[in-house]
């Protein structure tokens, strides 16, 4: 069985390094060899220099893309099949009792880790981002935020993960069930208590003053029946000139925030038409619906971990020449992505198909038209490719292509939309 095991982990390996690189290279070529032909949808919106602007963007961050993936593919064969998990399984495990031995394991990792992705990083916000104007972020602020995370992170995960291996070693077979409960409750108090607590760390977050956007604002939130905790403006300039807006929160503690980017970049109208596509969101409960299926899925996978976590067979066939419950954890969370890679079209498709209701929702309550202006002015501020890869789109995009999604709305907006 070890050896079988061994073989099939190889082969899922192989086949989903090399479908990620290949639709990487697809998407660079295919961007590319669309650079000099503005599509004729986006002509009186768009200049071709930005369309070149955005193709060249997009090509350069998939090349780091592609690195990355080599690199992490490298990482996870040396920590299992090249033995990095058993070295660290013999410098730990001599040295510290079980608790405190599965609490090491778990953070040696995420520094190893941590360290080997941060020369990407650094590239990334500082030569790409920087190349194409988007940065605004010091070196001071990024080595803050780093610092910042880190500390969060300690602090948060050493009683999440400590707890968790207490429930795995203590709660019999049916572990799984209650890891499964304490996670839930876990997110669900991590979802409440972000926008409060977690949020202002890294921003600074000013309510809306009073005006024109406001007044649609709070006139918007009332056609659509919804109640917020609040509506910020967020500082993400500090950071990036990338404009944005989003919900935070949960129950009574959601809040609306919006990028002070955005808010400089969009008109009264079309701000309100992006918050309608929001709010769609939430009055198709796509929210829900997402903390639901991460729940089942995560049920699935604990259950499935539960019928590994004594397979002797499961440890060996990875490089692990030990049992327990961290290694377990560990492995089984390495090793799962290159087993489900497949099925992220299924991930996309549905995301894509939510962000097309709360279109058709925002041109009801709010202006098609307007959405319409925004999503470009949005698609050209960020350098968004109007020419991705159909095939890495599918695989990658939450978001549907641009010439889908403006071609909907354009005929929503006779039957739906409002002035």
């Not at 730990?92 to 190893?112: K, N």
């Not at 996978?301 to 020449?321: C, D, K, N, T």
């Not at 799962?336 to 939510?354: A, K």
Request: proline share 4%; charged share 15%.
């Amino acid at each position: 069985m070890t050896s079988n095991f061994t073989v099939f982990f190889l082969i899922a390996f192989a086949l989903t390094l090399g479908i990620r690189l290949w639709l990487k290279l697809r998407h660079i070529r295919f961007v590319a060899a669309h650079r000099e032909a503005l599509p004729v949808d986006f002509a009186a919106q768009i200049s071709l220099a930005d369309h070149k602007n955005a193709a060249d963007y997009n090509v350069d961050r998939s090349r780091v893309a592609l690195r990355s993936i080599v690199v992490d593919a490298a990482l996870l064969l040396a920590l299992t099949l090249g033995g990095g998990l058993a070295a660290l399984h013999e410098f730990w495990s001599p040295r510290l009792g079980e608790l405190a031995y599965g609490l090491a394991m778990i953070f040696s990792l995420m520094l190893i880790s941590g360290i080997i992705d941060l020369p990407f990083s650094l590239y990334q916000q500082f030569v790409i981002e920087a190349r194409y104007g988007f940065n605004r972020m010091t070196l001071r602020l990024f080595l803050s935020d780093l610092l910042k995370q880190s500390l969060l992170g300690i602090a948060i995960g050493t009683p999440l993960i400590a707890a968790v291996l207490w429930l795995m070693g203590a709660m019999g077979d049916f572990w799984w069930l209650y890891v499964w409960l304490f996670w839930c409750a876990f997110n669900l108090l991590i979802l409440f208590i972000y926008p409060s607590w977690i949020a202002p760390l890294f921003n600074r977050f000013s309510p809306l003053e009073d005006g024109e956007m406001k007044s649609r604002v709070e006139a918007l939130l009332r056609r659509c029946g919804f109640r917020s905790g609040g509506l910020f403006v967020m500082d993400g300039s500090k950071r990036s000139s990338h404009g944005n807006a989003y919900f935070t929160g949960f129950g009574q503690n959601k809040r609306i925030v919006f990028f002070d980017t955005l808010l400089a970049r969009l008109s009264p109208t079309e701000i309100e038409a992006v918050l309608a596509h929001e709010l769609g969101h939430f009055r198709h409960h796509h929210v829900i619906q997402r903390i639901a299926l991460m729940f089942a899925i995560s049920l699935g996978f604990l259950w499935l971990l539960g019928q590994l976590i004594s397979a002797e067979w499961f440890y060996s066939a990875l490089g692990v020449p030990a049992q327990s419950t961290a290694l377990a954890l560990i492995l089984f969370f390495l090793v799962i992505p290159v087993f489900t890679f497949p099925l992220r079209p299924l991930s996309s498709s549905l995301s894509r198909r939510n962000e097309f209701e709360a279109d058709a929702y925002a041109a009801q309550y709010a202006s098609a038209d307007d959405l319409v202006r925004a999503l470009v002015k949005l698609y050209q501020d960020n350098a968004s490719t109007l020419t991705p890869d159909p095939l890495h789109s599918l695989f990658y995009d939450s978001h549907p292509p641009a010439a889908q999604r403006i071609a909907r709305l354009l005929q929503l907006q006779p039957e739906h939309g409002t002035s």
